[in-house]
């Protein structure tokens, strides 16, 4: 392989379960902010057809813009399964039997008791010109071609088997070949603020450093703000200078950088205060305590959760008075109130949330129509309360009302 560099490269995902929408392409995605965090812009993602054409002409498309293609999929054992032989082809590379790879295969299958069928040779098949990359926890291995003035880099269609490979054989390889540009990327995570508002609120910031790239990203409750530069010789220093001014402008909306997830945030915040946390969900059906109990650690100031989604169980183990949900409803202040004391009390934590709504798509009133969802957070001494009216479907209101509260707590936190 010649050792040139890759500054550019484009995904080209094969298989027709993916273009009729029966499997979603997660590779994509991942592939893409692999190839970010390493100074490599992508270009381009593609999918087509298990047909020979369609991969044919995706490749000869997407290689005059880019340094390296990776291709997922099809290199199974089945008719449809075509990417090898299609590869070989275009490379012009006669293929063999891999004696070694088969012996593998077959110690691996006996191992998991899986019977060795004909069909199996198939995957031993290899192209002479491939660069073989092992997998060790599945049966193809990745494969690697020159084509012209691209590389072409095959991998399994299977996420984990996709990763395994590019996050071992793969990390050498791109580090060998890495861009001879510098590189910068952060994203700074903000929520209480809309995308309009954040852009506006930090326009001056963003024209005096012109060479750098911004991207708002918006999904539900929070936006992600990305910034990236390629290329400059003082961008460190720059780079500095900008997060500096921009964590300060929107110190009111950050709860975390990068991948962070707001509950991570939560939790530092409880560990450093050394405070423990419940809730009390009744719309949001669980959402809040599995977002809080991903995080590894959890349990350190976790102390539980209560779906109360029947109003006996609200009045049974939250001890919500029966008076207040005959006068004020399940979904009120009152009521969200009465579940965030009650789960405070019965678990002993600090602080808490609590939450009530009718999240759809029916059971609303003309007093209380579908997305009216009351919050109530804070501790035995302080509860705050704030009313949602959202106009989405189910999930998404869901989903929107379990960041919010938790950027609520995350606030009277820092207080």
């Known amino acids: 392989m010649q050792d040139n560099s890759i500054s550019k490269a ?232 900008l997060t500096k001014l921009l964590l300060d402008r929107l110190a009111d909306y950050v709860y975390g950088m990068g991948q962070q997830h707001i509950t991570e945030t939560i939790g530092k915040l409880l560990l450093r205060q050394s405070k423990q946390m419940a809730v009390a969900e009744s719309c949001t059906g669980g959402l809040i305590s599995h977002q809080i109990t991903k995080i590894p650690g959890s349990s350190t100031y976790f102390l539980g959760g209560i779906t109360a989604y029947a109003n006996e169980v609200k009045k049974s183990i939250l001890q919500v008075h029966p008076l207040t949900l005959d006068r004020y409803g399940a979904v009120s202040r009152e009521t969200v109130t009465e579940m965030l004391l009650g789960v405070l009390k019965l678990t002993g934590a600090d602080v808490g949330i609590a939450t009530s709504g009718i999240a759809g798509p029916t059971g609303g009133t003309e007093s209380k129509p579908v997305g009216t969802i009351w919050i109530a957070y804070g501790s035995a001494d302080d509860q705050r309360t704030k009313l949602l009216h959202l106009h989405h479907r189910r999930q998404i209101n869901n989903e929107f009302t379990a960041h919010i509260a938790l950027n609520l707590l995350r606030r009277f936190l820092l207080e």
């Open 10 to 241: 484009s995904t080209l995902a094969i298989g027709d379960e993916l273009l009729i929408g029966q499997v979603i392409n997660t590779n994509a995605a991942w592939i893409g902010d692999y190839m970010q965090q390493r100074g490599i812009q992508l270009v381009e993602h593609r999918c087509v057809a298990d047909a020979q054409e369609a991969i044919v002409s995706a490749i000869e498309s997407m290689r005059r813009s880019c340094d390296l293609i990776v291709i997922t999929g099809g290199l199974g054992s089945t008719k449809d399964d075509i990417t090898k032989e299609v590869l070989a082809n275009m490379v012009q590379s006669p293929l063999y039997f891999d004696d070694t790879l088969y012996a593998a295969l077959c110690a691996r299958l006996e191992k998991l008791k899986i019977p060795l069928l004909d069909a199996h040779r198939k995957l031993c098949t290899m192209p002479s010109k491939a660069e073989l990359w092992s997998n060790d926890v599945g049966a193809a291995p990745g494969m690697l071609f020159r084509y012209r003035d691209c590389f072409l880099l095959s991998l399994p269609g299977v996420p984990y088997e996709m990763k395994y490979i590019l996050e071992g054989a793969g990390s050498e390889f791109l580090q060998k070949h890495a861009p001879d540009h510098d590189f910068f990327q952060e994203t700074i995570l903000t929520s209480g603020i809309g995308e309009v508002a954040l852009q506006s609120k930090i326009q001056d910031i963003i024209e005096k450093f012109p060479d750098f790239a911004f991207a708002y990203l918006p999904s539900f409750a929070h936006v992600r703000l990305r910034i990236s530069a390629y290329g400059q010789s003082d961008m460190k220093s720059r780079a500095e200078q």
